[in-house]
């Protein structure tokens, strides 16, 4: 929180209000309630709600500052209270999630009831619409505009009256006044408490006598309103400020040098380290400020006790009130502003970490953020200016910010390319190829898809298809594919990426980083098109290597591939090695990532599912409920691994024979997968299927076979008859066959697809042994007693050798009892 203002004084009738009227909603529970200062900009509103907080700080459990004025930065400050509420960092769960997480926490009073949030300067009530939290806390909200008036309990912020700016005058001159002289002071101010802190500031200072401060303000007044400035802030405002300027231009002229760069930083904190490390920017205005720490901190400190800066060492960050700001652009011509303007630009592109991928450097970055916008940064050509504002959205990205860093790239490709007048210009294709990861990653599946074939194409025109940029934008072209359910051509064009990639030299961390990626990358293609054996062993070599690499390496690509490996192996057949596996991986997630983190959840539901499999029925329900409960709280109902975890929890209840809430779940989260991915996708097809199995539980058989029938059709058109996906429909087809009585259909078909599957996985494999199992109970039931008996046999010592007697689908063998294929999705 912002430090406590040491001359605050008077204002007592405000702060009772205030106090009165967050006590009147306290009671309120649940409902987004909240307070408001709203006065225009120098009134005092941030510095009233910073007295609240520290006078009524021993009320609270936590009070917590979230600049506001920017509403994509909020959920980034929001995100960044998850640790102090036991929650996962954004690290884990990605800057919307983890505010989301935030804003729930706070409303359940979990781990703390009494809360205060303060939104400073938030700009209107849309802005904090999804932000705001109810529930047992308080929020306190500070706005130049009046609209908050109507939507919550509001409190009129107005300048000092005339007894409050002649104590306040006082208090911070700290040597006796005339009375009548400072009555006449504040009313050629406005009794302004801007304009106040800025006047006695200086009179401190200098021992500058009050009738001198007078006629120095009436002249420079004078002066200003021939000139005809802006309407935005007071004369008086105005007047004082230059008065300041101009004396601590004669006595620290560096200082003014300093203040001038910061005019076109945002308003809010800038980190001192930008100074620091700007030495080796060419910044020519203040290279030799920056360069010498005895001029640069003399410089800061002048700018702190002349009250043109607020210097706050706790946090280490320097803050410029946004009127002050205005009026130092204002006095500047437009070339003066284009240049100081740049050396901001170059300022913050040498203060930021190189690699926006090192999470351990995020909160560099987060500190970096609020100052782009601000800074025009988008309309910089300098290479390493754009190389940083680039690697500011590839943080964003992996942050989780989806919203802010589409905002942010779109921004870049605009300006870049009106500035270079086309859109095939090198810089607006990377930046292209960073929005097509940020819409795929926001679910925008059609538009990504259309931006990364675009930009891929133009790349290879553009770079070459063996530029490091091209690959990688080929690399995220193959999840494009994937999403939209091409998965052959995904394996194609991966594969070829993959033997491109060995044939570039490994001379950065990018192109390592790259082909590790396109190696997870083909292994997920050669899963999703049937081939689990290679996949597995992809995966495999792949763990290897990611566990021996010295650089490019992260944990959640390590958890990622431990996952995977676990997926295919359990995919293979062997249950035992792919619950080991699966337990390992989600250890490791728990441990060095989080219980919460999006990775070690997938890997918990993988768990859950091999668990399954093997018949640990109680572990893997219990499993799967918690894993569908967190997803969806954490990621909202339609994100692709809620809905993978809400299909594992239906199977889950379908095994331990609670039909009813299997299917009740499978109604709910069929529908949603048209709507997600695509009507034809071969996930939407196949989910179908399982939804079939429960309708034909529940005894209406014809729908069931008339689901399937129609699922195996569409599957067969996107992937082959011989794709497993096609298989599994195929195999319950043949089960509602059974049940409606049509008993030669299925045992024809079963036969012929006993063979198929023989043929293409062997004959230990689930799949082949399922349909195996059925096809004796069907030749029993029309007579072939023997072959029957002898099929049955077989299958069971094929289970007996495969050590896996305790499996459901063994138990059902043994039973006489139909083996029911389910589906699980896979991350794509």
């Not at 299925?746 to 195996?772: I, N, P």
Request: glycine share 6%.
């Amino acid at each position: 929180m912002p430090p406590k203002n040491p001359h605050f004084t008077g204002r007592e009738d405000l702060l009772l209000a205030l106090r009165d009227n967050i006590t009147q909603v306290s009671s309120v529970v649940l409902e987004p309630k909240a307070n408001a200062l709203q006065g225009q900009g120098g009134v005092g509103k941030t510095q009233l709600a910073i007295e609240y907080a520290w006078r009524y700080r021993r009320h609270y459990d936590i009070v917590y500052w979230i600049p506001s004025e920017k509403r994509e930065l909020v959920p980034a400050s929001l995100a960044a209270l998850a640790p102090h509420l036991n929650l996962p960092s954004s690290a884990g769960l990605g800057i919307e999630e983890t505010a989301r997480s935030v804003k729930r926490a706070l409303e359940r009073g979990e781990p703390y009831r009494k809360w205060l949030l303060i939104f400073d300067n938030a700009v209107d009530p849309a802005s904090l619409s999804d932000y705001l939290p109810g529930g047992p806390g308080h929020a306190l909200i500070t706005s130049r505009n009046p609209q908050w008036g109507s939507k919550v309990q509001s409190l009129r912020v107005d300048v000092f009256d005339r007894e409050e700016s002649k104590v306040f005058l006082a208090n911070r001159i700290r040597r006796e006044m005339p009375e009548e002289r400072l009555d006449v002071l504040a009313e050629k101010l406005g009794d302004l408490p801007i304009a106040l802190e800025q006047a006695g500031a200086l009179m401190f200072e200098t021992a500058m006598d009050i009738d001198e401060y007078i006629q120095l303000l009436e002249s420079q007044t004078t002066g200003l309103m021939r000139l005809g400035k802006s309407d935005d802030y007071p004369q008086s405002m105005a007047a004082a400020w230059q008065l300041s300027v101009h004396q601590l231009r004669t006595r620290l002229p560096e200082a003014i040098e300093i203040l001038r760069c910061c005019a076109f930083f945002g308003p809010e904190p800038i980190p001192r380290d930008v100074f620091r490390r700007g030495t080796e920017a060419e910044t020519p205005r203040i290279a030799s400020i920056l360069g010498d720490p005895f001029r640069l901190t003399k410089a800061l400190s002048g700018l702190g006790r002349f009250a043109l800066a607020k210097i706050d060492s706790s946090t280490r960050t320097i803050q410029v009130h946004r009127l002050i700001q205005t009026l130092l652009r204002e006095e500047l011509t437009p070339a003066q502003q284009h240049d100081i303007r740049h050396e901001v630009h170059l300022l913050l592109a040498h203060s930021a970490p190189d690699d926006p991928e090192d999470n351990t450097k995020w909160k560099e970055f987060e500190d970096l953020v609020p100052h782009i916008g601000y800074s025009a940064l988008a309309e910089c050509a300098t290479p390493n200016v754009r190389e940083f504002a680039l690697n500011t959205v590839r943080y964003l990205y992996l942050a989780g910010n989806y919203d802010l860093a589409r905002s942010q790239v779109e921004e870049l490709i605009g300006k870049w390319t009106e500035r270079e007048g086309r859109d095939d210009h090198p810089d607006v294709l990377v930046a292209r190829k960073h929005l097509g990861n940020i819409l795929r990653g926001m679910g925008k599946y059609g538009e990504a898809y259309s931006t990364d074939h675009d930009t891929l194409e133009a790349m290879r025109r553009e770079l070459g298809a063996d530029h490091s940029e091209t690959l990688w934008a080929t690399n995220s072209y193959g999840s494009t594919l994937r999403v939209a359910g091409e998965f052959q051509r995904a394996r194609e064009q991966d594969s070829e990426l993959l033997r491109t990639y060995h044939n570039v030299p490994a001379t950065d961390v990018k192109i390592i980083r790259g082909v590790f990626r396109a190696r997870h990358n083909l292994a997920i293609d050669h899963s999703l098109t049937g081939d689990y054996l290679t996949a597995r062993d992809m995966y495999q070599v792949l763990w290897r290597d990611l566990s021996t690499a010295r650089e490019g390496v992260n944990p959640s690509m390590v958890l990622s591939t431990w996952s995977a490996l676990s997926r295919a192996v359990r995919l293979c057949g062997d249950y035992d090695m792919a619950v080991d596996l699966a337990q390992e991986a989600f250890d490791y997630g728990r441990q060095q990532l989080s219980r919460d983190n999006h990775g070690t959840l997938v890997a918990a539901k993988d768990l859950s599912i091999a668990q399954r499999r093997r018949g640990d029925i109680n572990e893997a329900l219990e499993l799967a409920d918690m894993t569908y409960t967190r997803l969806k709280h954490l990621f909202g109902e339609q994100h692709p691994d809620a809905m993978a975890a809400c299909v594992n929890l239906s199977n889950a209840h379908r095994v331990k024979g609670n039909l009813d809430e299997a299917y009740r779940l499978a109604l709910e989260i069929t529908p949603r997968y048209p709507e997600v991915f695509d009507p034809d996708h071969p996930f939407t097809h196949v989910i179908s299927s399982n939804l079939a199995v429960l309708i034909r539980l529940r005894g209406d058989a014809a729908r069931a076979r008339d689901i399937n029938q129609s699922a195996a059709e569409a599957l067969a058109a996107r992937l082959g008859w011989d794709h497993d996906y096609t298989l599994t429909c195929l195999i319950n087809l043949h089960s509602d066959l059974s049940a409606l009585g049509e008993l030669e259909e299925a045992v024809k078909g079963g036969r012929e697809l006993y063979q198929r599957l023989s043929a293409l996985f062997g004959d230990d494999h689930f799949m082949t042994l399922s349909c195996a199992a059925n096809l004796a109970l069907d030749l029993r039931a029309v007579g072939d007693t023997a072959e029957a008996d002898t099929l049955k046999k077989e299958i069971l010592l094929r289970y007996q050798d495969l050590g896996g007697m305790g499996q459901p689908d063994a138990l059902a063998t043994v039973n006489d009892e139909r083996i029911n294929t389910d589906f699980d999705p896979q991350p794509l």
